[in-house]
Every structure is written in C-alpha cells, then in structure tokens.
T-cell receptor
Framework: GAGVSQSPSNKVTEKGKDVELRCDPI?????LYWYRQSLGQGLEFLIY????????KSGLPSDRFSAERTGGSVSTLTIQRTQQEDSAVYLC?????????????FGNGTRLTVT | DAKTTQPTSMDCAEGRAANLPCNHS???????VYWYRQIHSQGPQYIIH?????ETNEMASLIITEDRKSSTLILPHATLRDTAVYYC????????????WGAGTKLIIKP
C-alpha cells in the first residue's frame, strides 16, 4: 500500500520566485495536513483540510502562502515571492478520518531551499 | 507552546528496552497521547497512541500514569535502526488539530 507521496523531494529556488509543492495522500484519507519543519526544530502547523469543509488556514505564516485540495485528494501548497526564511522541509500528512483518535501518516517531505 | 516535556537526549544499549519518558501535566480529559519518531531526512513515523489505558502494538508499548500527567514509551528490544528523534504530543479538542510539537528526545542506540 502506498503511503503519502510528496513531490518534489528537493526544490532549490531563487528568492522572489513562486513554488508549488504537491502532496498525494493515502487513498481514502479524508483529512490532510501541511506542516513545515526548520532545521533542528519541531513541526509547525500550516493548514488542515477535512473533507469538503472549509480548510483551517490559521497556521499559514503570511498571505504569500496558500493551499488547495482538489477533489478531496491531491493537495498543492503554493508559496509566492519566496523568501530565504521560507527555507524548510514541508511535510504533508493524511488521516483516515476526522477526530483525535485517528493517527496522521506523513510523507517524507519537500526540502525547500531559497537562495 | 508545546504541552509536553521530554528529555533532550537518551542512550540505550542495543537489545535492551528503551524507556522514553514524557510529561504532559496539563493534559485535558479528551486529549490523546501520541508518539511519533523521525529518522534523519524522513517524515515522522507514527508509533502508538492512547487515551487512558496502556497500549501495545508491534512497535512499542505505551504506559500512561493513572493521573495521565505522564507517559512512557517502551521499545522492548532496541535495535540500531531505532536511533531517531522521538516526539510525544497530545492531541484533542483543547489542542484543536494543530498538533503542537516540541523538540523531542534524541534516542541513540549503541552497539
């Protein structure tokens, strides 16, 4: 069974460029999360999708960040006008259902480097 | 701020049981205790979770104190591949679904 798949695994971009990061969740999982992890740090929540409900965007650090989830499956995180402080590993996770008794399953992340 | 505190690092001999403690003294009644681990350059891997009762699966055991203010993750026979950062987090209505992660415990398994 396939796990959560993220692409690209690595992305190097110049400051000011836009980037798109993709997440393919586990099939049938209704909940999808984006986090980012800076070097040596814990995970920072970015955004949460649950089914057809409006996403919780409360963790997005600025209006340069946005995310979509099309058809309740694949999600794309977009960062516009990238800055050096955006450099981090961006992690996607999915969960089979809503609720706190449902574990998150993570992908291996996209390492973003802004030069 | 993270709702859990863990030691920064621990060592364990290969083949022995690794016992990783976690304090979560402000845990609410509806919050679950989750354990994840992260091996370098990989995403976090789910290990186990529980609410009140002790839990066991193929990877580990989770012992939660009766007052639920602390817990211990037990890897019964540690191998070199268990070297990783282990995260204890609480998750429930009060913490919403944002999963506030602390810095974790760096567990080093020594041959």
């Amino acid at each position: 069974g396939a796990g959560v798949s993220q692409s690209p695994s690595n992305k190097v971009t110049e400051k000011g460029k836009d980037v798109e990061l993709r997440c393919d969740p586990i099939s049938g999982h209704t909940a999808l999360y984006w986090y980012r992890q800076s070097l040596g740090q814990g995970l920072e929540f970015l955004i949460y999708f649950q089914g057809n409900s409006a996403p919780d965007k409360s963790g997005l650090p600025s209006d340069r960040f946005s995310a979509e989830r099309t058809g309740g499956s694949v999600s794309t995180l977009t960062i516009q006008r990238t800055q050096q402080e955006d450099s981090a590993v961006y992690l996607c996770a999915s969960s089979p259902r809503q609720g706190f008794n449902s574990p998150l399953h993570f992908g291996n992340g996209t390492r973003l480097t802004v030069t | 701020d993270a709702k859990t505190t863990q030691p920064t690092s621990m060592d364990c001999a290969e083949g022995r049981a690794a016992n990783l403690p976690c304090n979560h003294s402000t845990i609410s009644g509806n919050e679950y205790v989750y354990w994840y681990r992260q091996i370098h350059s990989q995403g976090p891997q789910y290990i186990i979770h529980g609410l009140k009762n002790n839990e066991t699966n193929e990877m580990a055991s989770l012992i939660i104190t009766e007052d639920r203010k602390s817990s211990t993750l037990i890897l019964p026979h540690a191998t070199l591949r268990d070297t990783a950062v282990y995260y204890c987090i609480v998750r429930g209505m009060d913490s919403n679904y944002q999963l506030i992660w602390g810095a974790g415990t760096k567990l080093i398994i020594k041959p």
